[in-house]
Nanobody, 125 residues
Framework: QVQLVESGGGLVQAGDSLRLSCAAS????????MGWFRQAPGKEREFVGAINWSSGRPYYANFVKGRFTISRDNVKNTVYLQMNSLNPGDTAVYYC??????????????????WGQGTQVTISS
């Protein structure tokens, strides 16, 4: 059974950094793509970025603007979202997701097969 477990969220001040983790288990993800999404209250789930597990190639939403970095650790079967220069607009529940895209990705949350439970990120001004 596939499981994605996020961790690392919390309450920080504007300008601070956070690193979210997504521990994946239950199958081999070598040909899969891991995505990060976020959802703020009253808003739709929004693409943040993704990474091809085999190549390590990352993709980012335009609003990231060099502030976020996605990476993966093949030994720990974990994907990371390093977030720097956080601002109150980044406040949301952050989710990781998985889909068998191979060497590509999708910005559409409906295209992903598996989801974690989410982790709350709150940025105070």
């Amino acid at each position: 059974q596939v499981q994605l477990v996020e961790s690392g969220g919390g309450l920080v001040q504007a300008g601070d950094s956070l690193r979210l983790s997504c521990a994946a288990s239950g199958r081999s993800f070598s040909r899969w793509t891991m995505g990060w999404f976020r959802q703020a209250p009253g808003k739709e789930r929004e693409f943040v970025g993704a990474i091809n597990w085999s190549s390590g190639r990352p993709y980012y939403a335009n609003f990231v603007k060099g502030r976020f970095t996605i990476s993966r650790d093949n030994v720990k079967n974990t994907v990371y979202l390093q977030m720097n220069s956080l601002n109150p607009g980044d406040t949301a529940v952050y989710y990781c997701a998985a889909a068998p895209f191979g060497d590509t990705y999708s910005r559409n949350p409906n295209a992903y097969n598996y989801w974690g439970q989410g982790t709350q990120v709150t940025i105070s001004s």
